[in-house]
């Protein structure tokens, strides 16, 4: 018990000196050891590779898990070392609405089998969402967390240390300052035998106590010489204290160019686990365009004839079709219409916009214009659209300004 006191007392006394020495250098009261400059550089980096590990760990755990309620429940799971429990995907749970959806409408009408069809496939996605976001977890966000959680606070508690080590010998150079010109000032006292006059001559009493004088003088010279001597001995010893650690923190430092090339090669495979994510996603949306076609061929064509004559215009292509994809190629060019009695009647400068049936159209790609009837176009540019009877259900007429001509409709999407 009482070394456990007499412990507590010194750990005390440590620590107030240490926060004396701590407040005089803020306050400029105190000399400070600056670390060398290698030294400085790599806690520098190290600290801003904290601070971008951290942020890029947790706007992955957003990207991957955008829901917080979600990340508070892993959190906890992994704090208590418990396993995750398995949490179903939004592209999973949608293909199952889908697919019960189905059942009441009844899977043999052209509605039911869709929803069916697109119900499995989106199920398809969630199991790739799935699969990419446990290869995530496991290449990139394990290996970031690791070293936030475990390297960095080895080298945050070495450099604690290494503060403190600081401290200890900057306190031991102020301590042995102050012995030294204590020593000094000591030496420094006036002789009384000295500066007394030759023929002065002391009584026995004076004289004794004359000889105690320089007997203390004698003595506080020793003391303080014996001070300095216990000062100098705590410096070497703090000293080599001091560089032992700042040795130990700067290969813990110089570590950090290991994380990097490890943390590249995670980064490395968290973009190939993306990659082919979204390639699993391009083909399963491929597939499914492909299916939807051929199954419903005759369906949505009729939809669409049905609503182009409620509303005077042919329809335009799907925003969803191949032709709308980055780095889809433009359609080919309909045929010219030939119907000798759209020939012979429709006539470009005689045509008049409808009263009711116009409608806005983006141009998907440039187009030019074959002969004097048609109009060119320019991709991305919006234009009126508009049929008249007669004419080639491929075809509209298309004005911009001033100028009106005949226009494909594959190279355009009807905006209302």
């Not at 004005?399 to 355009?412: D, F, M, S």
């Given at each position: 018990?009482?070394?456990?006191?007499?412990?507590?007392?010194?750990?005390?006394?440590?620590?107030?000196?240490?926060?004396?020495?701590?407040?005089?250098?803020?306050?400029?009261?105190?000399?400070?050891?600056?670390?060398?400059?290698?030294?400085?550089?790599?806690?520098?980096?190290?600290?801003?590779?904290?601070?971008?590990?951290?942020?890029?760990?947790?706007?992955?755990?957003?990207?991957?898990?955008?829901?917080?309620?979600?990340r508070i429940e892993e959190f906890f799971y992994e704090k208590l070392d418990r396993k995750i429990p398995s949490r179903i995907t939004n592209a999973e749970l949608l293909g199952q609405?889908?697919?019960?959806?189905?059942?009441?409408?009844?899977?043999?009408?052209?509605?039911?089998?869709?929803?069916?069809?697109?119900?499995?496939?989106?199920?398809?996605?969630?199991?790739?969402?799935?699969?990419?976001?446990?290869?995530?977890?496991?290449?990139?966000?394990?290996?970031?967390?690791?070293?936030?959680?475990?390297?960095?606070?080895?080298?945050?508690?070495?450099?604690?240390?290494?503060?403190?080590?600081?401290?200890?010998?900057?306190?031991?150079?102020?301590?042995?300052?102050?012995?030294?010109?204590?020593?000094?000032?000591?030496?420094?006292?006036?002789?009384?035998?000295?500066?007394?006059?030759?023929?002065?001559?002391?009584?026995?009493?004076?004289?004794?106590?004359?000889?105690?004088?320089?007997?203390?003088?004698?003595?506080?010279?020793?003391?303080?010489?014996?001070?300095v001597d216990k000062a100098e001995h705590e410096l070497r010893v703090a000293q080599t204290e001091f560089d032992r650690q700042a040795e130990v923190t700067r290969l813990l430092l110089?570590?950090?160019?290991?994380?990097?090339?490890?943390?590249?090669?995670?980064?490395?495979?968290?973009?190939?686990?993306?990659?082919?994510?979204?390639?699993?996603?391009?083909?399963?949306?491929?597939?499914?365009?492909?299916?939807?076609?051929?199954?419903?061929?005759?369906?949505?064509?009729?939809?669409?004839?049905?609503?182009?004559?409620?509303?005077?215009?042919?329809?335009?292509?799907?925003?969803?079709?191949?032709?709308?994809?980055?780095?889809?190629?433009?359609?080919?060019?309909?045929?010219?219409?030939?119907?000798?009695?759209?020939?012979?009647?429709?006539?470009?400068?005689?045509?008049?916009?409808?009263?009711?049936?116009?409608?806005?159209?983006?141009?998907?790609?440039?187009?030019?214009?074959?002969?004097?009837?048609?109009?060119?176009?320019?991709?991305?540019?919006?234009?009126?659209?508009?049929?008249?009877?007669?004419?080639?259900?491929?075809?509209?007429?298309?004005?911009?300004g001033n100028l009106k001509g005949k226009v494909p409709v594959t190279y355009l999407e009807l905006l209302s």
């Amino acid at each position: 018990m009482d070394f456990n006191v007499k412990k507590l007392a010194s750990d005390a006394g440590v620590f107030f000196t240490r926060a004396v020495q701590y407040t005089e250098e803020k306050l400029g009261q105190a000399e400070k050891t600056e670390l060398d400059a290698h030294l400085e550089n790599l806690i520098a980096r190290a600290d801003c590779t904290k601070n971008w590990t951290e942020k890029i760990f947790r706007q992955t755990e957003v990207l991957l898990q955008p829901n917080p309620s979600a990340r508070i429940e892993e959190f906890f799971y992994e704090k208590l070392d418990r396993k995750i429990p398995s949490r179903i995907t939004n592209a999973e749970l949608l293909g199952q609405y889908m697919q019960d959806a189905a059942k009441e409408f009844g899977a043999g009408t052209p509605y039911g089998s869709t929803l069916i069809t697109v119900g499995e496939f989106q199920r398809r996605l969630g199991g790739a969402e799935r699969e990419f976001l446990q290869m995530s977890a496991i290449n990139f966000l394990t290996p970031l967390r690791n070293f936030l959680e475990g390297d960095w606070k080895t080298i945050s508690k070495e450099r604690r240390l290494l503060e403190n080590r600081r401290l200890d010998l900057d306190v031991c150079k102020a301590r042995l300052k102050k012995a030294k010109l204590a020593e000094a000032k000591a030496a420094a006292a006036p002789d009384f035998q000295e500066t007394r006059p030759r023929n002065y001559v002391l009584s026995a009493s004076a004289s004794a106590l004359d000889s105690e004088v320089d007997s203390s003088l004698i003595d506080r010279e020793k003391l303080w010489s014996e001070e300095v001597d216990k000062a100098e001995h705590e410096l070497r010893v703090a000293q080599t204290e001091f560089d032992r650690q700042a040795e130990v923190t700067r290969l813990l430092l110089e570590g950090i160019s290991s994380t990097h090339v490890n943390h590249l090669r995670c980064l490395h495979e968290f973009v190939e686990a993306q990659a082919a994510y979204y390639t699993q996603c391009h083909k399963h949306m491929q597939d499914l365009q492909k299916e939807l076609s051929s199954a419903s061929g005759d369906t949505f064509p009729n939809a669409f004839a049905v609503n182009a004559s409620t509303s005077g215009v042919s329809a335009g292509p799907s925003p969803l079709s191949a032709a709308t994809l980055p780095g889809a190629s433009p359609p080919s060019r309909p045929p010219n219409p030939s119907n000798a009695l759209e020939s012979s009647t429709l006539k470009i400068e005689e045509v008049k916009p409808p009263s009711t049936g116009t409608r806005k159209a983006k141009v998907l790609y440039d187009y030019d214009a074959a002969d004097t009837s048609e109009l060119s176009l320019l991709a991305d540019e919006l234009i009126t659209v508009y049929t008249v009877p007669g004419m080639d259900p491929d075809w509209l007429i298309g004005e911009r300004g001033n100028l009106k001509g005949k226009v494909p409709v594959t190279y355009l999407e009807l905006l209302s």
